[in-house]
Nanobody
Framework: QVRLVESGGGLVQAGGSLRLSCAAS????????MGWFRQAPGKEREFVAA????????YYQDSVKGRFTISRDNAKNTVYLQMNSLKPEDTAVYYC?????????????????????WGQGTQVTVSS
C-alpha cells in the first residue's frame, strides 16, 4: 500500500506559478503510474495530469496543456506538478493518486474511480 502526502499549495496571483509535490511511502512507488486530480467547491473531482511509472509519458487535461507539467523522481519517491500561468479557475484542492489501471494511453478517460491511495490534498487559490 502506498501512502501519499501532497504539499506546495498556497495563494498566488493570476499569472503566477506553484509547484506541488506528492511524497510517497512504499516500495512499489516506482512501478505505478501516478495522477493529479483537483476538486473545486461544489464540483466533482476532475483529472489534471498523469505520468507513467518511468516518467516517459504524460497526459493532461486540455485546459492545463502548455501551462502545467507533471514529472516524477523515483529515487525520491515523489511526483510533482509544476503549474505556470495560473488562472482563477485553477483554484481547487489538488490531490495525487496511484493509477490502479496501470495503463496510460492517449484518449483514455481518466476517472477518479480508477485511482487509489489518495492523499489529503493541498489547497491552491489563484486570485484575480
Amino acid at each position: 500500500q502506498v501512502r501519499l502526502v501532497e504539499s506546495g499549495g498556497g495563494l498566488v496571483q493570476a499569472g503566477g506559478s506553484l509547484r506541488l509535490s506528492c511524497a510517497a511511502s512504499g516500495r512499489t512507488f516506482s512501478s505505478n503510474p501516478m495522477g493529479w486530480f483537483r476538486q473545486a467547491p461544489g464540483k466533482e473531482r476532475e483529472f489534471v495530469a498523469a505520468i507513467s511509472s518511468s516518467g516517459g509519458s504524460s497526459y493532461y487535461q486540455d485546459s492545463v496543456k502548455g501551462r502545467f507539467t507533471i514529472s516524477r523522481d523515483n529515487a525520491k519517491n515523489t511526483v510533482y506538478l509544476q503549474m505556470n500561468s495560473l488562472k482563477p479557475e485553477d483554484t481547487a484542492v489538488y490531490y495525487c493518486a496511484v493509477d490502479r489501471v496501470r495503463s496510460l494511453y492517449s484518449g483514455r478517460d481518466f476517472k477518479p474511480a480508477d485511482f487509489g491511495s489518495w492523499g489529503q490534498g493541498t489547497q491552491v487559490t489563484v486570485s484575480s
